[in-house]
C-alpha cells in the first residue's frame, strides 16, 4: 500500500522556523519527482517545492530564499521542507507529492496534509 505520512506542521509565530517531513513508502519512489504543495482556505492548491531524483530543485517565488527542499533515499523516500522566517500568508495545509512516470503513464501520490499556522 502505497503511503506518503506528513509531520512536523504546527502553530509558529512570524519569523520562526518549521520543518515537515514526508515519508514515502509502498513502492520505489526514488526516480520520483517529489514536492510540496499547500492549500490555504478559499485557495488553489499550489506547488511550493519540488525535487527532482537528481536533486534539481525550483521553488515558488513567494518562497525562494526562505524554504528549502531536500531528500533522502536511503530507505524509504524521505523529503524535507526547511522553512525559515514563515508568514502569516504561509498558513495552510502543506501536502506531500510524489509523481512517478513511467513511459507514458504518471502516477500522483499525495499525503493526508499538515496544517501549518503562522500567527502575527
Known amino acids: 500500500q502505497v503511503q506518503l505520512v506528513e509531520s512536523g506542521g504546527g502553530l509558529v509565530q512570524a519569523g520562526g522556523s518549521l520543518r515537515l517531513s514526508c515519508s514515502a513508502s509502498?513502492?520505489?519512489?526514488?526516480?520520483?519527482?517529489m514536492a510540496w504543495y499547500r492549500q490555504a482556505p478559499g485557495k488553489q492548491r499550489e506547488l511550493v517545492a519540488a525535487?527532482?531524483?537528481?536533486?534539481?530543485?525550483?521553488y515558488a517565488d513567494s518562497v525562494k530564499g526562505r524554504f528549502t527542499i531536500s531528500r533522502d533515499n536511503a530507505k524509504n523516500t524521505q523529503v524535507y521542507l526547511q522553512m525559515n522566517s514563515l508568514k502569516p500568508e504561509d498558513t495552510a495545509v502543506y501536502y506531500c507529492?510524489?509523481?512517478?512516470?513511467?513511459?507514458?503513464?504518471?502516477?500522483?501520490?499525495w499525503g493526508q496534509g499538515t496544517q501549518v499556522t503562522v500567527s502575527s
Open positions: 525535487i527532482t531524483p537528481r536533486d534539481s530543485t525550483n
Open positions: 509502498g513502492r520505489d519512489f526514488s526516480s520520483a519527482t
Open positions: 507529492n510524489g509523481e512517478v512516470v513511467r513511459g507514458v503513464n504518471r502516477y500522483d501520490y
